[in-house]
T-cell receptor
Framework: GQQLNQSPQSMFIQEGEDVSMNCTSS?????WLWYKQDPGEGPVLLIA?????ELTSNGRLTAQFGITRKDSFLNISASIPSDVGIYFC???????????FGKGTKLTVNP | DGGITQSPKYLFRKEGQNVTLSCEQN?????MYWYRQDPGQGLRLIYY???????QKGDIAEGYSVSREKKESFPLTVTSAQKNPTAFYLC?????????????FGPGTRLTVT
């Protein structure tokens, strides 16, 4: 089946630094979704991308839908302690409404 | 406020007992989903339902059962046949139009079976 590979698996950064993470697949996706999960909570949708090449921002977060449609990127600018959590990418499987999820990038921000 | 509620937040059961996890949404969404999350893992789909009185198996349905008698509710039963039931369970919903894939999650239920 389709798989999403996220990198890096974990990141340790200082408050104020910018962060970049990505999600890649060997298959084409028509939609990319980025979620953030705080410890012990459900994932929260951050950004949804529906068009190749699309660049969408949500506050300090910016996500891009790769031109090849096989990857997506999430950037966080000027990180703050509350950015700590696990960031997941997801996309619909084979055009169905089922989503496939990456294994996540765990972000730690040191004050 | 619209949203998804899951109860309880923490659930403890003895091995061999069935247990039912609750999921309710007031977003008027047609589609609902159950996922299982294990430490360091992504989300794995257990069951999903696109319409009332219909549901399909996901990738790891063995040992689980669901029902969808009302649009708002999609309870999950973890049966004694599930070999490793201890996990974090997440319920989600989406509009279900087939072109909008955004799923919205509840706060989760952590199940511990001893």
């Amino acid at each position: 089946g389709q798989q999403l590979n996220q990198s890096p698996q974990s990141m340790f950064i200082q408050e104020g630094e910018d962060v970049s993470m990505n999600c890649t697949s060997s298959s084409i996706f028509n939609t990319w979704l980025w979620y953030k999960q705080d410890p012990g909570e459900g994932p929260v949708l951050l950004i949804a991308l529906y068009k190749a090449g699309e660049l969408t921002s949500n506050g300090r977060l910016t996500a891009q839908f790769g031109i090849t449609r096989k990857d997506s990127f999430l950037n966080i600018s000027a990180s703050i302690p509350s950015d700590v959590g696990i960031y997941f990418c997801a996309g619909p499987q084979g055009g169905s409404e089922k989503l496939v999820f990456g294994k996540g990038t765990k972000l730690t921000v040191n004050p | 406020d619209g949203g998804i509620t899951q109860s309880p937040k923490y659930l403890f059961r003895k091995e061999g007992q069935n247990v039912t996890l609750s999921c309710e949404q007031n977003l008027n969404h047609d589609a609902m989903y159950w996922y299982r999350q294990d430490p360091g893992q992504g989300l794995r789909l257990i069951y999903y339902s696109q319409i009332v009185n219909d549901f399909q198996k996901g990738d790891i349905a063995e040992g689980y059962s669901v029902s969808r008698e009302k649009k708002e509710s999609f309870p999950l039963t973890v049966t004694s046949a599930q070999k490793n039931p201890t996990a974090f369970y997440l319920c989600a919903s989406s509009i279900g139009l087939g072109v909008i894939y955004e799923q919205y999650f509840g706060p989760g239920t952590r199940l511990t079976v001893t």
